[in-house]
């Protein structure tokens, strides 16, 4: 995924309140090295009905702009926390920012907190291992990170 639109079409498949991207955040993690030059743009989707938490990996120099960008005073991204890696990917490494409810090392769990449908939770179960969330305590999430994926 490296569009606001792709983003938007992927998670609206997946979500069971559609409503909650009407107040996601975009986040353009890097101008112009998407496709055909369009910046990689993932989008931080609230808490709200059936959300319970969200997951959003960012390049550390954009840490501060992300997080103020989602800490404007609505309710949607409360107790937003920032998870610095223990092994960055990349030369500036990626940090880990989440909201709500703790995440879950339980894939069926995680998915559920992310407010995820039954068919697009059982979809990703078992779609194999990069369709799974990640439970973003390891490396690996960042590699994800970098595909663009938001959770």
Do not use: N
């Not at 609206?12 to 998407?34: I, Q, W, Y």
């Not at 291992?129 to 990170?145: E, H, L, W, Y």
Request: glycine letters at 10%; proline letters at 8%; a negative charge.
């Amino acid at each position: 995924m490296h569009t606001a639109d792709e983003q938007h079409t992927l998670l609206a498949s997946r979500l069971a309140d559609r409503g909650l991207l009407e107040k996601a955040v975009e986040v353009t993690v890097f101008p112009g090295e998407g496709r055909e030059g369009a910046p990689l743009t993932w989008l931080a989707v609230p808490v709200g009905d059936g959300r319970a938490s969200g997951c959003l990996m960012v390049p550390a120099p954009l840490v501060l702009d992300v997080v103020m960008a989602m800490d404007d005073g609505s309710p949607g991204f409360p107790s937003l926390r920032l998870h610095r890696l223990a092994h960055p990917v990349g030369a500036d490494g990626f940090h880990r920012i989440q909201w709500g409810k703790s995440l879950s090392a339980d894939p069926e769990t995680a998915l559920t907190r992310f407010g995820y449908h039954q068919a697009a939770v059982t979809s990703l179960l078992t779609g194999g291992a990069t369709a799974r969330p990640p439970d973003c305590r390891f490396p690996s999430c960042a590699r994800r990170a970098q595909d663009g994926v938001s959770w």
